[in-house]
């Protein structure tokens, strides 16, 4: 019976979570520094056969702690950013702009103008955006890159909640009408704007190899397409981010091998194999969802005739994932490798019947003051978490080689929950931690 998902990593070696905890406190998210770059180096040999180069931009919407951000910099990823705030901290990491992909269906005109002044590419997501875009980089005098996201109406197989390749979405320049030509034509004939690329993000967490082809063969006909019609060669075909990671023991990953050969298969048989356009992909949770873990205490146990609760330190607010997606992380006691008689939910810490963690597992019955390990818990974890029902927010912890452990975000505090508020000079005196 497997009783962790993350064999090979120091995120099973219960010894280690437990120092730990003991010495940071819980909850705690602990990474593993190592796996998060072999992830990257695995991806990326994957693809040395490729003649045109491929290029990965991590996602770091999926795990932006600064520290988590530079491994993977260092490693040779490129920066995926979503807001101006992603795009200043890349930059903060050294990252030069013209380095970083700025990518969202609602830029504001800050942001498009922070791109223009920093050389960020710019994946536009409408014409409207783009006229906008013009607009700025004509008023800066500074002519800018864009590339096109588009959108191929494709199943990608996953939550409805992460799938965003398919025609109801808010995402992207329909590939099925003319739209995205469109906004080719108006960028290609501009001498604000240099189209360099197409981009197609279809979801998140894919375990199946179709919808990559699928969307690869259709960027590939875009490609043929603009050529066509435009007579310009695109340098780049983005494939966006997505290949999902085992969170379950039945679960089984897509490996880069056969992502690779599929790929460039396809696009090489499209494209032929001169004078091919570089590959990107933009990989959040591939390379930090399964470096990760959080390490919660139990508070307490109890067990009614129709369901038993295992009651944690830690809540929706700091692990949102089963209850936004459903989605279902592996649990396990930490030094308690058995399995027990009783099947157990594990509750969260906040006021709302929907916080539970996981759901029917089997477990071997702890006490309080025992350790709980919730994997899988490297991406959209504590990016997603609030300080919602007033609990600080959890520290995090990075662990590289034998022994090194590094403190890379300290524990939140109760003034931090105050940090932003400010007191109405007529009500007296300003509470401690707050503002006046
Ligand atoms: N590129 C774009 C434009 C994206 O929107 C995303 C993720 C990625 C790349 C990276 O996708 P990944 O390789 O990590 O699947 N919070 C959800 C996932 C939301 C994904 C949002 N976009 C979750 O916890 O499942």
């Known amino acids: ?14 010894g280690l979570l437990a120092q730990l905890a003991d010495r940071f406190g819980t909850p705690l998210f602990v990474y593993d520094g190592d796996r998060i770059v ?6 990326a040999t994957a693809f040395d056969g490729y003649a045109g180069g491929v290029r990965f931009h991590y996602a770091l919407k999926a795990n932006t702690n600064l520290a988590v951000v530079k491994l993977l910099l260092a490693a040779g990823a ?6 101006g705030g992603e795009v200043e901290l890349a930059k903060r990491l050294g990252a030069a702009g013209s380095d970083i992909l700025l990518t969202s269906s609602s830029k504001s005109p800050a942001e498009l103008e922070l791109a223009c002044r920093d050389d960020v590419l710019v994946n536009v997501d409408s014409l409207d955006e783009l006229q906008q875009l013009e607009a700025i980089a004509r008023r800066l005098d500074r002519p800018v890159r864009v590339s096109f ?11 409805r909640h992460i799938a965003t390749g398919h025609k109801l979405t808010k995402f992207g320049l329909l590939l099925e009408d003319a739209h995205y030509l469109e906004g080719f034509k108006i960028a290609h004939k501009s001498e604000w704007l240099r189209p360099v690329g197409i981009q197609a993000h279809i979801g998140s967490q894919i375990m199946t190899l179709e919808p990559f ?7 590939c006909a875009a490609f043929l397409e603009l050529e066509a019609e435009l007579g310009f060669r695109l340098e780049f075909i983005d494939l966006g981010g997505g290949i ?3 969170y379950q023991p039945q679960h089984v990953e897509l490996q880069p091998s056969d992502i690779a050969s599929a790929v460039c298969g396809i696009v090489t048989s499209a494209l032929g194999q001169t004078r091919l356009p570089q590959l990107w992909f933009e990989p959040g949770r591939y390379f930090v969802g399964g470096s990760g873990v959080l390490v919660a205490r139990v508070h307490s146990v109890k067990h009614t005739p129709f369901r ?11 692990f949102l994932r089963p209850l936004l997606y459903e989605a279902h992380h ?9 399995l027990g008689e009783q099947r157990y939910d594990v509750a969260g810490n906040i006021c709302e019947t929907g916080d539970i963690l996981a759901e029917d597992r089997e477990l071997p019955t702890p006490v309080a003051g025992d350790l709980v390990a919730l994997e899988g818990a490297g991406a959209y974890c504590y990016a997603l978490a609030s300080e919602y029902n007033s609990f600080p927010l959890p520290a995090e912890v990075l662990v590289r080689g034998d022994s090194q452990v590094d403190l890379i975000r300290r524990r939140g505090t109760i003034d931090d929950l105050l940090r932003a508020q400010q007191w109405p000079s007529d009500f007296g005196e300003a509470p401690s931690g707050v503002e006046a």
């Open 1 to 14: 019976m497997l009783t962790t998902i993350e064999s090979g990593s120091c995120l099973r070696d219960d």
């Open 38 to 43: 072999q992830r990257f180096e695995s991806l």
């Open 78 to 83: 490129h920066p995926e950013c979503i807001s």
């Open 149 to 159: 996201r588009v959108n191929p109406d494709v199943d990608p197989q996953t939550h």
């Open 213 to 219: 082809e699928r969307n690869a063969r259709l960027l």
């Open 244 to 246: 999902g990671i085992r």
């Open 308 to 318: 038993n609760f295992i009651n944690v330190d830690t809540g929706f607010n700091q």
């Open 330 to 338: 592996h649990v396990r006691m930490i030094g308690n490798a058995g």
